[in-house]
């Protein structure tokens, strides 16, 4: 028998915009339902350079504008959740021949001072033949710049926006696709489809495309439902690919580099999960199935080579250990060169029908803001009044002290000292990934283990029985992929047949819980 829910948001999308859209709906009372055809983050959302970032090289764009709303964001989110982001100081080796110097020291300028910076420090110039991030690069480069930014777990941000929306009353609903939509009366009527649970109907006073790849075709649905245009805007959306390696460590400090290329291009070189560096990105027009993108073999050997002209150590594809690549959906500005496409977003409320709101392009850093800016025009035509409460609440294990310098890195040193002592049984590396992963939500994911063989079987280099349970009960974990590579990066560490083993016993869990369901 088909079932039927009814509510006042349905968001279809369960990427960073989507998660966090319904987070803040969820918190000013409204009755949300948030669908997602495969996985939270599982596409794009996860695909990111993973900083929370003001957008140095957006200044060449003259786009002081979004750069000036990142920089704000930056600030409010490192105070969110300083578990899963944290300060980051990047160098920027000074290369003669592209950007010169004097431009470099204004762009500088105008980030520290686009908004208020109250935790991170402010840019300055180093020598590389002195400073500690000199000695892993080449001989050419004496003269570099230091700035500040902010690192951030792409994929764990959006679950833990989605957490807190389940928690606040969303209902969220994973590997479930909104195949049918159409008007009913002064709402909405749509039809979700899922493999696990067949289909179910929901009524809706409003929707929500946030759909990122994915949004201009669910426009289209959703037009063939209604009496207007709802998709006027797809052809203004540009899928644009961005792709990423990961190789063994390439240099011992904390800073990570920021690399000027002859194609006007710029990569990032990023400490990654300790034993790894992360390289990226590139930025290629992409034409193809969103869900299906993967690097190429040129896109490998661009990133090896913009690498190997900073770095003494030379890699090459062999070096790779991982590689991920994701399609951002950006607005069309007309910019021939898909690295200049506008980073900005677009609301469009389509007029004359039930309250139907597209979102057009967006980034990780300003999802806060956006979320703020689509209840700001959803609220009114819903005859809703609530107001603006995301800027200073913590996100779920975020609350590691609740006085003012949540992100000063004593602060969550601090947390993790604490933590390790406290669980003094479990093994160091593990334990500090569990305050790193969950905060001050570790302690309900361990729940009542007093001995590591508490925590059952270890189905994975560093994945216990235990934590794998509270990843598939509790953050919507359906598979190997959701945990190793999403939920954690213990994937880095395995081999295939832990994604073999630990599929298997997610699917023998699911087999019996089906069980005890029926009866």
């Known amino acids: 028998m088909k079932q039927h829910q009814q509510c006042d948001l349905l968001i279809v999308g369960g990427g960073i915009n989507g998660a966090g859209i319904a987070r803040d709906a969820s918190g000013r009372g409204l009755k949300v339902i948030l669908c997602e055809q495969h996985d939270l983050a599982q596409h794009t959302s996860s695909a990111s350079t993973k900083l929370i970032h003001g957008g140095l090289r957006y200044l060449e764009y003259y786009e002081f504008k979004l750069v000036r709303k990142s920089l704000q964001e930056r ?49 300055h110039g180093v020598s590389l033949r002195r400073h500690e991030a000199g000695a892993p690069l080449k001989g050419d480069f004496g003269k570099g710049f230091v700035y500040s930014d902010g690192w951030v777990d792409d994929a764990r941000l959006v679950v833990l926006n989605a957490l807190d929306a389940s928690e606040r009353g969303a209902t969220i609903l994973t590997g479930t696709e909104c195949v049918a939509v159409r008007q009913q009366g002064e ?19 409003a929707i929500v495309n946030a759909a990122g790849p994915w949004a201009a075709r669910f426009a289209a649905v959703a037009a063939a439902g209604s009496a207007v245009d709802a998709a006027k805007k797809v052809q203004g959306l540009r899928l644009i690919k961005g792709s990423h390696i990961i190789v063994p460590r390439l240099f011992d400090h904390p800073y990570a580099y920021i690399f000027q290329n002859p194609d006007k291009r710029i990569i990032f070189a990023i400490p990654y999960e300790e034993q790894f560096t992360l390289i990226g ?58 690295s200049a496409v506008t980073r900005d977003y677009l609301l469009e409320c389509v007029e004359n029908t039930p309250p139907f709101l597209n979102i057009w392009g967006g980034k990780i ?26 800027a ?31 669980y003094s049984w479990l093994p160091v590396k593990i334990a500090q990934r569990y305050a790193r992963c969950y905060g001050t939500r570790a302690e309900g994911m361990i729940g009542k283990a007093t001995q590591l063989s508490d925590m ?37 560490h395995c081999q295939p047949q832990h994604f073999v083993r630990l599929q298997a016993w997610l699917q023998q869990r699911a087999s019996v819980d089906a069980v005890r369901a029926r009866h």
């Open 365 to 390: 850093t300003t999802y806060r803001k956006l979320a703020e800016e689509a209840l700001a025009m959803l609220l009114p035509r819903l005859d809703v009044q609530a107001s603006e409460w995301t």
């Open 281 to 338: 990105t590139t930025d290629l027009e992409y034409t193809g199935e969103p869900g299906q993108v993967t690097i190429s073999a040129d896109e490998v050997a661009y990133l090896c080579q913009m690498a190997n002209r900073y770095f003494n150590k030379q890699i090459d594809a062999g070096d790779v250990v991982w590689t991920y690549s994701g399609v951002r959906p950006l607005l069309d500005d007309s910019s021939q060169n898909a």
């Open 75 to 123: 600030e409010i989110l490192l105070r969110a959740a300083p578990h899963i982001m944290w300060p980051l100081r990047f160098v920027m080796p000074h290369d003669a021949g592209q950007r010169p110097a004097w431009m470099i020291r204004a762009g500088l300028f105008l980030y520290d001072h686009l908004a208020r910076r109250k935790f991170l420090p402010a840019s």
């Open 187 to 205: 709402g909405w009527h749509a039809t979700l489809r899922s493999a696990q649970h067949g289909e179910l109907d929901v009524t809706a006073r």
């Open 456 to 492: 059952g079987e270890e189905l994975a280099p560093g994945m216990y029985e235990q934590e794998a349970g509270y990843l598939a009960d509790v953050e919507w974990a359906r598979s190997a992929e959701d945990i190793l590579w999403r939920r954690t990066k213990c994937g880095l």
């Open 392 to 422: 200073h609440a913590p996100l779920p294990g975020g609350d590691l002290q609740q006085a003012g310098a949540l992100i000063d890195g004593d602060a969550f040193a601090g947390f993790s000292r604490q933590f390790c002592a406290r």
